[in-house]
């Protein structure tokens, strides 16, 4: 695929013309991050679930009592954007959910990554997907986003492509969050936590696979073992 980009500094746009399907399913590199799963148990009581995010872990675990359901690293917020601490509880969950200041300007075959207040004048505009949306703050939630080794989100927490389904059928609206700078359970089950390939060098998707649906769809089959 071909592909042209402009930077233009005074608009702050990355301005992309790309040609191609609007689906990417990559390769190589892209391929071994595809990859990456971990597996998760259904709950026996659904009502007991509740969710502890270990900041310095990176790392949220989720558990029925003393039972881990689902232990999956996660990317937390900088420095100057932080996850919140606290105790919360997730009050919306939205497969298709978009970011509604930042994402893509976008007017026939271009697109521009930017944020809405600097969206040129006469082009359409979308919001970064954000899929799996569990939201447990105002503005602060878990979503599949890219997977790095070190805080790099503004404050929201990532998952991974193929463990945030699995996140989103553990949960519901009302289950408790707590997020801390550790949580006990790194000591035991967040010891050796298998981590995907760090994103960064990872090039990114073409912004018409973000334009359309293909990454709220681009995860394996999210599966869930039965609870013992």
């Given at each position: 695929?071909?592909?042209?980009?402009?930077?233009?500094?005074?608009?702050?746009?990355?301005?992309?013309?790309?040609?191609?399907?609007?689906?990417?399913?990559?390769?190589?590199?892209?391929?071994?991050?595809?990859?990456?799963?971990?597996?998760?148990?259904?709950?026996?009581?659904?009502?007991?679930?509740?969710?502890?995010?270990?900041?310095?872990?990176?790392?949220?675990?989720?558990?029925?009592?003393?039972?881990?359901?689902?232990?999956?690293?996660?990317?937390?917020?900088?420095?100057?954007?932080?996850?919140?601490?606290?105790?919360?509880?997730?009050?919306?969950?939205?497969?298709?959910?978009?970011?509604?200041?930042?994402?893509?300007?976008?007017?026939?075959?271009?697109?521009?990554?930017?944020?809405?207040?600097?969206?040129?004048?006469?082009?359409?505009?979308?919001?970064?997907?954000?899929?799996?949306?569990?939201?447990?703050?105002?503005?602060?939630?878990?979503?599949?986003?890219?997977?790095?080794?070190?805080?790099?989100?503004?404050?929201?927490?990532?998952?991974?492509?193929?463990?945030?389904?699995?996140?989103?059928?553990?949960?519901?609206?009302?289950?408790?969050?707590?997020?801390?700078?550790?949580?006990?359970?790194?000591?035991?089950?967040?010891?050796?936590?298998?981590?995907?390939?760090?994103?960064?060098?990872?090039?990114?998707?073409?912004?018409?696979?973000?334009?359309?649906?293909?990454?709220?769809?681009?995860?394996?089959?999210?599966?869930?073992?039965?609870?013992s």
């Amino acid at each position: 695929m071909k592909q042209l980009t402009i930077i233009f500094a005074s608009a702050g746009l990355v301005l992309v013309s790309c040609s191609g399907p609007g689906g990417y399913t990559g390769s190589g590199s892209h391929a071994q991050y595809a990859a990456y799963d971990l597996p998760a148990r259904r709950p026996s009581d659904p009502g007991k679930v509740r969710v502890k995010v270990s900041l310095k872990n990176q790392a949220a675990y989720v558990m029925e009592g003393d039972t881990p359901l689902l232990v999956m690293p996660v990317s937390i917020g900088t420095p100057s954007s932080p996850t919140p601490r606290g105790s919360y509880r997730i009050f919306k969950k939205e497969h298709y959910h978009r970011a509604n200041s930042h994402g893509y300007a976008y007017k026939g075959n271009q697109a521009a990554k930017t944020y809405l207040n600097k969206k040129p004048a006469g082009w359409k505009f979308k919001g970064t997907p954000m899929p799996y949306w569990c939201e447990f703050k105002q503005h602060y939630g878990f979503h599949t986003g890219w997977m790095k080794p070190y805080p790099c989100t503004h404050g929201c927490i990532r998952m991974h492509e193929n463990v945030a389904p699995k996140f989103f059928q553990l949960v519901r609206v009302g289950t408790p969050v707590h997020i801390a700078s550790t949580q006990p359970e790194d000591a035991t089950i967040g010891r050796d936590i298998p981590r995907p390939p760090d994103a960064n060098p990872l090039p990114d998707y073409p912004p018409q696979f973000y334009l359309g649906v293909g990454y709220f769809t681009k995860h394996k089959k999210p599966t869930l073992q039965e609870g013992s």
